[in-house]
C-alpha cells in the first residue's frame, strides 16, 4: 500500500503557472516504483476528470485532451515524488486535484486507481 498526499495548490491567474507535487510513503518492504501515477480533477457539480498518468520508470505518459500541450506530469522515484506542472492556465482548470497510485497498468486512464491523496485546491482566476 501507499499513502500519498498533494500539495502546491493555490490561486493563479489565468496564463499563469503552477507545479503540483505528490508525496508517496510506502509501507515497509513495498517501493514506489512498483505504482503508476495518475492525476485527477473535479469541480464542483462535474465529475471527477482524468488529466495525466506516468507509468513505472516514466517512459510512458499519458494527458486528457482538455490539458495536452499545457500540462506536464513526471515523477522522481528516487524520492518517492511524483509533479504536475501546469502551465497556460485557464479558468476551467479551476478544480480539486488528486494524485493516485495502483500497482496495474489495467487502471490506466480510469478513475479505478486503489489509491488516492486527499486532494489540494487549484483556482484560477480571469
Known amino acids: 500500500q501507499v499513502l500519498l498526499e498533494e500539495s502546491g495548490g493555490g490561486l493563479v491567474q489565468a496564463g499563469g503557472s503552477l507545479r503540483l507535487s505528490c508525496a508517496a510513503s510506502?509501507?515497509?518492504?513495498?517501493?514506489?516504483?512498483?505504482?503508476?501515477v495518475g492525476w485527477f480533477r473535479q469541480a464542483p457539480g462535474k465529475e471527477r476528470e482524468f488529466v495525466a498518468a506516468?507509468?513505472?520508470?516514466?517512459?510512458?505518459?499519458n494527458y486528457g485532451d482538455s490539458v495536452r500541450g499545457r500540462f506536464t506530469i513526471s515523477r522522481d522515484n528516487a524520492k518517492n515524488m511524483a509533479y504536475l506542472q501546469m502551465n497556460s492556465m485557464k479558468p476551467e482548470d479551476t478544480a480539486v486535484y488528486y494524485c493516485?497510485?495502483?500497482?496495474?497498468?489495467?487502471?490506466?486512464?480510469?478513475?479505478?486507481?486503489?489509491?488516492w491523496g486527499q486532494g489540494t485546491q487549484v483556482t484560477v482566476s480571469s
Open positions: 493516485a497510485a495502483d500497482r496495474s497498468f489495467r487502471v490506466w486512464i480510469t478513475n479505478e486507481y486503489e489509491y
Open positions: 506516468i507509468n513505472w520508470t516514466g517512459e510512458n505518459t
Open positions: 510506502t509501507a515497509s518492504g513495498d517501493i514506489f516504483s512498483r505504482y503508476i
